[in-house]
């Protein structure tokens, strides 16, 4: 280079032109580096060749010779020239003329390296104010081409007489483009632009979606995306339907300094005729809405809001798919492991058995925790606090008022035993407003108190085995509790406690009731078996069996819960993890009177690589409840779903799954589909079937393909026929 080629005068030669540069390029600072350097002073002309780097604040421009006129201020380079801009762009060219300040500049056989590793080549290019690039006849593509044929058409790539980058705008604009597929034009328009690689957000029109069905129609959707600032947007997304009303819904979001909400909704009018006699209501739609904000360090608030005007919009729309809408307000504070709620609830049922003046709504609900310090007598000591205000319209309302305080020690013998006892005090008020008149047109009241004082031990000593294969571990535990009986008098409603389901994850629970309103009273005790295996090689099992027992009458739990007679349904887990792909789970309950299966779960989840070490993953769930815990129509339910994804080559992916209702030996849904993903490219199609009816709700077929171009967008469409599919 320079340093090693130049005697002192050509470099002294060097600096002048250095400082000169830095004087006619805004201050910027340019070094010069090459194998030779030739200064005619005359001419006020610099030529440098071979690996010629010239390097600015800003700019870095390399190629095989540079001639800088420093009368005209141009620069002009040949042979594999190539200039890096501030923001990472590079330029390639054959032949390049530019300003001495790089902004301006005219160049043959150029390439234009953006970012995502979009690329532009053309014929020609002009450069202009640092901001703007002309090409002509160009390509713009961000696939790859093939390593085994060079000279071979990328995926896509769209062809145009004319390319303008105008990097202030961050927009790329075509005239008289084709997107050609493999070298084939399959899309002529005048005029198409796009925002640039850089762009993660702008307004303008998004990608639309077709789809057809018997019930909605040709249904048309055009997204606009509004990006109001750089903190807010706006997305509008109407759907255009031939057969019914028009569905107009968009989504707002904000962020703010200290959090963000975001706003979702839809409203339609639909033609009452087409839509059928089930759902003929005047006005359909429904406003999602999600916030947190960050008060303190350590105060949080925000809301969730779910509402929709009907019970089955949501479904028929695939908006949403739940039974129930759960909308809630909240404040929060947490301070280490102590911490205070407020919050409130609203919920709106779907099923044709709710009744929405029965199903109640609170404000507010307030929990509190906090944890003494130091030990007292070597255990824990936290107390808590839980005050509800539940209203109906119709039914009965209450208020409640807990307060509870408790002491729990642990501690661990040399010999591995765990012992463990806890006392717990928790007293109540509730303020009772039933549905029912008293002389005086006034409902009735009434106060409830009670006190709950409860006792217990545990204890637990893990025994270890250290075979050839592996280590086992058996573990036997066993809980004592006491609490008063009678602790449950009938004049205090429930509302939080009315679904007990019993099984391992509640078998050592001290009160095994969900909520607050019952309470788990009597002496009973609670016992069970923990086996472990880990082996040498990786395999890993676990098991647990376990039952309590209550040793005195209490009130009764639900029928179906398990826990409904003093012997307890047996609950178990099984655990089987034979080798890294796979992964077996059952969770059972069996009645110990006949030893009958009464609750079955069963978990399996596999990924492996097979054929050429293709990933292969699938997972199947089986599902059977007895009738016996059924207990609105004491029907049995047994289910099976499964799916599988299989990436058979690299850019290739098949996947399914299915549901099945083996009690009806009918099918719920279905779902195949075909994915394609490499660097610039997505296609996907897939074929899907729901044979569920709900009201207006039918079964329907549907295939759905999407097609999406990297930096450009996607184009979607489906086609839905509804019709005798179900069963």
Request: glycine residues 8%; proline residues 4%; charged residues 25%.
């Given at each position: 280079m320079l340093a090693a080629a130049?005697?002192?005068?050509?470099?002294?030669?060097?600096?002048?032109?250095?400082?000169?540069?830095?004087?006619?390029?805004?201050?910027?600072?340019?070094?010069i580096e090459a194998d030779e350097m030739v200064h005619d002073r005359d001419n006020d002309v610099v030529t440098a060749d071979g690996n010629v780097e010239i390097t600015s604040d800003s700019h870095v421009l390399l190629a095989d010779s540079v001639v800088y006129d420093r009368g005209t201020k141009t620069v002009t380079a040949s042979g594999n020239v190539s200039?890096?801009?501030?923001?990472?762009?590079?330029?390639?060219a054959d032949t390049m003329v530019l300003s001495d300040d790089f902004a301006d500049g005219v160049g043959n056989t150029v390439r234009l390296l953006l970012e995502d590793n979009a690329r532009v080549a053309a014929n020609s290019g002009t450069r202009s104010a640092g901001n703007r690039t002309e090409l002509n006849k160009a390509v713009y593509t961000v696939c790859d081409v093939c390593a085994e044929d060079p000279d071979s058409s990328p995926l896509w790539q769209i062809r145009s007489f004319k390319v303008v980058h105008d990097k202030e705008k961050k927009r790329v604009e075509y005239e008289d483009a084709f997107i050609e597929f493999f070298g084939v034009p399959v899309f002529y328009t005048p005029y198409f632009s796009h925002p640039d690689p850089s762009v993660k957000r702008q307004t303008g029109l998004l990608?639309?979606?077709?789809?057809?069905?018997?019930?909605?129609?040709?249904?048309?959707?055009?997204?606009?995306?509004?990006?109001?600032?750089?903190?807010?947007?706006?997305?509008?997304?109407?759907?255009?339907?031939t057969e019914v009303g028009h569905v107009y819904a968009g989504e707002f979001r904000h962020h703010l300094g200290f959090g963000e909400y975001t706003i979702d909704a839809s409203a339609t009018w639909p033609d009452e005729d087409a839509v059928g006699v089930n759902a003929i209501e005047p006005f359909r739609g429904h406003v999602f809405a999600d916030a947190k904000f960050d008060i303190t360090q350590k105060t949080t608030a925000g809301l969730e809001l779910k509402l929709t005007s009907d019970e089955t919009y949501l479904r028929?729309?695939?908006i949403f798919n739940d039974n129930d809408l759960i909308s809630t307000a909240y404040a929060e504070t947490i301070d280490g492991r102590n911490y205070a709620r407020a919050e409130a609830f609203y919920f709106q049922g779907l099923l044709t058995t709710d009744d929405q003046a029965s199903i109640p709504f609170v404000a507010p609900l307030i929990d509190a925790e906090y944890y003494f310090k130091p030990l007292i007598a070597g255990g824990q000591v936290k107390a808590s606090v839980n005050a509800l205000n539940l209203q109906r319209v119709e039914g009965t309302s209450f208020q409640r008022y807990s307060a509870d305080i408790g002491w729990d020690l642990s501690r661990t013998a040399r010999t591995g035993e765990q012992f463990g006892a806890f006392v717990d005090v928790r007293g109540d008020v509730y303020v009772v407003d039933e549905d029912v008149l008293v002389p005086g047109g006034k409902n009735q009241s009434s106060v409830q108190t009670r006190l709950l004082p409860t006792v217990g031990l545990e204890y637990s000593w893990p025994w270890i085995?250290?075979?050839?294969?592996?280590?086992?571990?058996?573990?036997?535990?066993?809980?004592?509790?006491?609490?008063?009986?009678?602790?449950n008098p009938r004049d205090i409603p429930n509302d939080d406690s009315l679904a007990?389901?019993?099984?391992?994850t509640h078998l050592f629970d001290r009160n095994r009731y969900p909520g607050f309103d019952r309470f788990e009273d009597g002496a009973r005790v609670n016992y069970g078996l923990q086996y472990s295996y880990v082996g040498d090689e990786g395999g890993e099992a676990n098991l647990l069996l376990g039952q309590s027992y209550q040793l005195e009458d209490s009130a009764a739990f639900p029928r179906g819960s398990g826990l409904q007679s003093s012997e307890s349904?047996?609950?178990?887990?099984?655990?089987?993890?034979?080798?890294?792909?796979?992964?077996?789970?059952?969770?059972?309950?069996?009645?110990?009177?006949?030893g009958k299966l009464l609750r079955n779960e069963v978990d399996l989840t596999s990924s492996f690589n097979?054929?050429?070490?293709?990933?292969?993953?699938?997972?199947?769930?089986?599902?059977?409840?007895?009738?016996?815990?059924?207990?609105?129509?004491?029907?049995?339910?047994?289910?099976?779903?499964?799916?599988?994804s299989y990436n058979f080559t690299d850019d290739w992916w098949l996947s399914a799954s299915a549901r099945r209702d083996l009690r009806r030996s009918a099918m719920v849904s279905n779902w195949i589909g075909l994915t394609y993903l490499d660097e610039c490219f997505l296609f996907s199609l897939a074929f899907e079937q729901s044979f569920i009816r709900d009201r207006d709700i039918e079964p329907t077929t549907s295939v759905v393909f999407r097609i999406e171009l990297v930096t450009l967008g996607e184009f979607g469409g489906t086609t839905d026929v509804a019709g005798p599919t179900g069963n």
């Amino acid at each position: 280079m320079l340093a090693a080629a130049f005697t002192l005068l050509p470099a002294i030669a060097l600096s002048s032109v250095a400082v000169a540069q830095s004087a006619d390029v805004a201050g910027d600072t340019v070094l010069i580096e090459a194998d030779e350097m030739v200064h005619d002073r005359d001419n006020d002309v610099v030529t440098a060749d071979g690996n010629v780097e010239i390097t600015s604040d800003s700019h870095v421009l390399l190629a095989d010779s540079v001639v800088y006129d420093r009368g005209t201020k141009t620069v002009t380079a040949s042979g594999n020239v190539s200039l890096l801009q501030p923001d990472g762009q590079v330029m390639f060219a054959d032949t390049m003329v530019l300003s001495d300040d790089f902004a301006d500049g005219v160049g043959n056989t150029v390439r234009l390296l953006l970012e995502d590793n979009a690329r532009v080549a053309a014929n020609s290019g002009t450069r202009s104010a640092g901001n703007r690039t002309e090409l002509n006849k160009a390509v713009y593509t961000v696939c790859d081409v093939c390593a085994e044929d060079p000279d071979s058409s990328p995926l896509w790539q769209i062809r145009s007489f004319k390319v303008v980058h105008d990097k202030e705008k961050k927009r790329v604009e075509y005239e008289d483009a084709f997107i050609e597929f493999f070298g084939v034009p399959v899309f002529y328009t005048p005029y198409f632009s796009h925002p640039d690689p850089s762009v993660k957000r702008q307004t303008g029109l998004l990608t639309p979606t077709i789809a057809i069905s018997e019930d909605f129609g040709t249904s048309v959707r055009t997204p606009f995306f509004w990006n109001i600032a750089p903190n807010m947007d706006f997305t509008f997304r109407p759907r255009w339907q031939t057969e019914v009303g028009h569905v107009y819904a968009g989504e707002f979001r904000h962020h703010l300094g200290f959090g963000e909400y975001t706003i979702d909704a839809s409203a339609t009018w639909p033609d009452e005729d087409a839509v059928g006699v089930n759902a003929i209501e005047p006005f359909r739609g429904h406003v999602f809405a999600d916030a947190k904000f960050d008060i303190t360090q350590k105060t949080t608030a925000g809301l969730e809001l779910k509402l929709t005007s009907d019970e089955t919009y949501l479904r028929r729309y695939d908006i949403f798919n739940d039974n129930d809408l759960i909308s809630t307000a909240y404040a929060e504070t947490i301070d280490g492991r102590n911490y205070a709620r407020a919050e409130a609830f609203y919920f709106q049922g779907l099923l044709t058995t709710d009744d929405q003046a029965s199903i109640p709504f609170v404000a507010p609900l307030i929990d509190a925790e906090y944890y003494f310090k130091p030990l007292i007598a070597g255990g824990q000591v936290k107390a808590s606090v839980n005050a509800l205000n539940l209203q109906r319209v119709e039914g009965t309302s209450f208020q409640r008022y807990s307060a509870d305080i408790g002491w729990d020690l642990s501690r661990t013998a040399r010999t591995g035993e765990q012992f463990g006892a806890f006392v717990d005090v928790r007293g109540d008020v509730y303020v009772v407003d039933e549905d029912v008149l008293v002389p005086g047109g006034k409902n009735q009241s009434s106060v409830q108190t009670r006190l709950l004082p409860t006792v217990g031990l545990e204890y637990s000593w893990p025994w270890i085995s250290d075979s050839g294969g592996g280590a086992h571990v058996i573990e036997p535990i066993v809980q004592a509790i006491y609490s008063p009986s009678n602790s449950n008098p009938r004049d205090i409603p429930n509302d939080d406690s009315l679904a007990v389901d019993f099984d391992t994850t509640h078998l050592f629970d001290r009160n095994r009731y969900p909520g607050f309103d019952r309470f788990e009273d009597g002496a009973r005790v609670n016992y069970g078996l923990q086996y472990s295996y880990v082996g040498d090689e990786g395999g890993e099992a676990n098991l647990l069996l376990g039952q309590s027992y209550q040793l005195e009458d209490s009130a009764a739990f639900p029928r179906g819960s398990g826990l409904q007679s003093s012997e307890s349904d047996v609950v178990g887990r099984l655990q089987i993890n034979p080798a890294p792909y796979l992964d077996v789970v059952s969770r059972f309950r069996v009645d110990p009177s006949d030893g009958k299966l009464l609750r079955n779960e069963v978990d399996l989840t596999s990924s492996f690589n097979v054929f050429e070490n293709r990933p292969f993953a699938l997972y199947a769930n089986y599902v059977f409840l007895d009738q016996s815990l059924d207990t609105t129509n004491r029907r049995e339910g047994e289910e099976i779903n499964g799916g599988f994804s299989y990436n058979f080559t690299d850019d290739w992916w098949l996947s399914a799954s299915a549901r099945r209702d083996l009690r009806r030996s009918a099918m719920v849904s279905n779902w195949i589909g075909l994915t394609y993903l490499d660097e610039c490219f997505l296609f996907s199609l897939a074929f899907e079937q729901s044979f569920i009816r709900d009201r207006d709700i039918e079964p329907t077929t549907s295939v759905v393909f999407r097609i999406e171009l990297v930096t450009l967008g996607e184009f979607g469409g489906t086609t839905d026929v509804a019709g005798p599919t179900g069963n």
